[in-house]
Nanobody
């Protein structure tokens, strides 16, 4: 059974950093693009970042550009999200995803999801 398992969430003060990890198992996701979405209370799930299967191309939402960095290690079947200069508005449940790159821009099109990890940024 294909699984994506996130880790690294937690509570951090504004201006701080967190690094999320997402390990894949049960299926090789190496040829899939990987991405991160987030969902804050009362809001729709939104795109955060995506990275191509080779890692050579990365895409970001305007709200996180310059602060977040997505990367992947295909030898470990793992994708990362380095989050710096965190703001209270970054508070959300963060979800790892894997799929064809064109699907990762819209939550409705994504087929593989992790269970989510909570990130809380205090002011």
């Amino acid at each position: 059974q294909a699984q994506l398992v996130e880790s690294g969430g937690g509570l951090v003060q504004a201006g701080g950093s967190l690094r999320l990890s997402c390990a894949a198992s049960g299926r090789s996701f190496m040829s899939d693009a990987k991405g991160w979405f987030r969902q804050a209370p009362g809001k729709e799930r939104e795109f955060v970042a995506a990275i191509s299967w080779s890692g050579s191309n990365a895409y970001y939402a305007d709200s996180v550009k310059g602060r977040f960095t997505i990367s992947r290690d295909n030898t470990k079947n793992t994708v990362y999200l380095q989050m710096n200069s965190l703001k209270p508005e970054d508070t959300a449940v963060y979800y790892c995803t894997a799929d064809e790159l064109f699907r990762l821009v819209n939550a409705a099109g994504v087929r593989y999801w992790g269970q989510g990890t909570q990130v809380t940024v205090s002011s």
